[in-house]
């Protein structure tokens, strides 16, 4: 054989070359059409099992027909060489297109909701790619994105023959119990891939960094999803949501399916207006300032990461802080309120007893965001928050979250977390449910007991205030209501922020930095969220996305 000739495939031009194989550019005379041949190298021609993980890829792509998978045309042999011939993607890999800078979230968005389908349609045959990343993702001559090189890919039930002990794939985009060395992988091992491929779209780079392959790979294994906004502060933050549902470290808390992962950023992407902003590039500042170099082969090497069978899985899992179980609140405002003074302050006083609302994400620390303290999406009814209802309210779990709603007037409700910190920042996602009721909803912070904390609270005609409650008495840090135009109104979302950093206190809503005030009396504490009701109508809040962090820096 010669390198002008394969089978009846003339080469045109080689298009990479890589430690397992080299691929070509050549023309098919019978079919007069261009196509790509992957060749194994020379030095693993001798290896039965690349040999016989290219005979499964021509097998396992003939199974799944998808126009969102690169079809394997033909497979042979030459020379003892095996090869596969695939159709030809003239537009290049995605990884060339996040190299040119970073994408906007609807372009984004647009590559994952096309290939999506293609892989829950390969999930649904028990195949895992395994090695899912922006090299394995080509582009046809009209930008339509396909999913490629399924040479490692393998059955969930039964695929241990080809890899034995060893853990294969790209580091860079490995999944928990890939990296663990699990036996029973399954679709959402790429699932958490193609979150990491979502992260590296918008920044340009992805979450983590490390050394060598073991430390990048323990920090897939034990280091939270930093967030995407000190890079890309023009996304909203419902993307480092999804990205956190997407990169969970408990598979079971992933998206169910590509095309639910696709379905999500698409919600987000359709609300969020096309500025025109130039495409970022990559830069050093896309990650730490330390002196690391990501490891990923690229496109043009050996993509395969072993890790050798006898580091044991229990060494390398970390399993993340077990939440505290959470304390109700109640009292009733009317005493307090009686004892104040002009009708403003007995609105703020009232709204002490309120919370904040605020957004699960990862803002802060740049390259990596905060430290995560605690975090809770709020729809796991057994995480401790309290479940229970009478005569004047009551806290549910639904299907969209955790629900707060008190039934008599002047009454508010609250609820804790009882872990205690000193600076942090919290978040929560805030929906009132019913239009047109007279109530407030928000956060508290530095919680010493029932009688003295830190309050931040907004109501839905856009007012809000900051103040502490301080041996059961009420001490707001302005003389009335203040009002923003970042407060949604009615029954929308607000996301919410309370940052208690050393002696000052922020309240950020939607992102927006409404007020900061500064006061000494309490340095650390629980933090919490209520609502509070001002007429006899029910007034319901339901939260989702609880979450503590380090706080901004």
């Known amino acids: 054989m010669t390198r002008e000739i394969i089978g009846r495939y003339e080469i045109r031009s080689e298009i990479g070359q890589g430690g397992m194989a080299a691929v070509y550019l050549a023309y098919d005379p019978n079919f007069r059409r261009n196509v790509a041949i992957k060749l194994v190298s020379v030095n693993l021609q001798e290896n039965l099992t690349f040999r016989e993980r290219f005979q499964r890829e021509a097998q396992l792509i003939a199974k799944i027909e998808h126009p969102a998978i690169v079809p394997v045309y033909d497979f042979g042999e030459q020379d003892h060489q095996p090869y ?300 401790g928050w309290p479940i229970k209802q009478d005569a004047e309210g009551g806290y549910v779990y639904q299907s969209d979250g955790y629900h707060i709603f008190v039934d008599q007037i002047d009454q508010v409700l609250w609820a804790t977390v009882d872990n205690g910190y000193g600076n942090s920042s919290i978040y929560v996602d805030a929906t009132p449910v019913t239009e047109g009721r007279n109530g407030y909803y928000g956060l508290l912070c530095r919680i010493q007991d029932d009688q003295n904390f830190y309050y931040f609270v907004i109501q839905s005609n856009g007012d809000y205030a900051i103040g502490k409650y301080k041996n059961a008495v009420f001490l707001p840090f302005f003389s009335d209501w203040k009002q923003s135009d970042a407060i949604k109104h009615g029954n929308q979302t607000n996301r919410l922020e309370a940052e208690c950093t050393a002696n000052t206190l922020r309240l950020y809503v939607n992102d927006a930095l409404l007020d900061e005030v500064t006061d000494t009396d309490f340095t650390s504490g629980f933090s919490g969220m209520l609502a509070a009701s001002l007429d006899s109508q029910r007034f319901e809040v339901v939260f989702r996305n609880f979450l503590i962090t380090e706080p901004r820096q």
């Open 84 to 383: 596969l011939v695939m159709r030809y993607m003239p537009g290049g890999s995605l990884a060339n297109k996040i190299k040119e800078g970073a994408l906007t979230l609807a372009y984004a968005s647009q590559i994952i909701s096309q290939i999506a389908p293609a892989l829950d349609a390969v999930h649904s045959q028990g195949i895992v790619h395994r090695d899912l990343k922006p090299a394995n993702i080509l582009f046809d001559g009209f930008g339509n994105p396909a999913i490629s090189d399924f040479g490692i890919a393998h059955f969930t039930l039964a695929t241990t023959d080809l890899t034995d002990s060893a853990i294969i794939g790209t580091p860079s985009y490995m999944s928990p119990e890939q990296v663990r060395g699990d036996r029973d992988l399954d679709g959402r091992s790429d699932l958490y891939a193609l979150g990491v491929i979502l992260f590296e779209m918008l920044t340009g780079g992805g979450p983590f960094r490390a050394p060598t392959p073991l430390s990048l790979a323990m920090k897939h294994l034990s280091e939270p999803i930093p967030s995407v906004r000190p890079v890309r502060p023009d996304l909203p933050r419902e993307v480092d949501l999804i990205l956190n549902k997407a990169m969970a470290k408990d598979r079971e808390k992933r998206y169910a399916s590509a095309a639910e992962l696709a379905l999500a950023l698409r919600g987000i992407s359709d609300t969020v207006k096309d500025d025109g902003l130039p495409v970022l590039r990559p830069t050093k500042s896309v990650h730490s300032e330390e002196l690391i170099t990501e490891i990923d082969t690229g496109e043009d090497s050996d993509s395969s990461f072993h890790l050798p069978s006898s580091l044991q899985p229990d060494i390398l899992q970390a399993s993340p802080q077990s939440p505290q179980p959470a304390t109700p609140f109640r009292r009733s405002l009317m005493p307090q309120i009686a004892g104040i003074s002009g009708l403003g302050l007995c609105l703020i006083m009232l709204c002490g007893s309120i919370g904040l609302f605020g957004a699960w994400t990862w803002l802060g620390r740049p390259g990596f965001g905060p430290k995560h303290l605690y975090s809770d999406d709020l729809s796991d009814p057994t995480r």
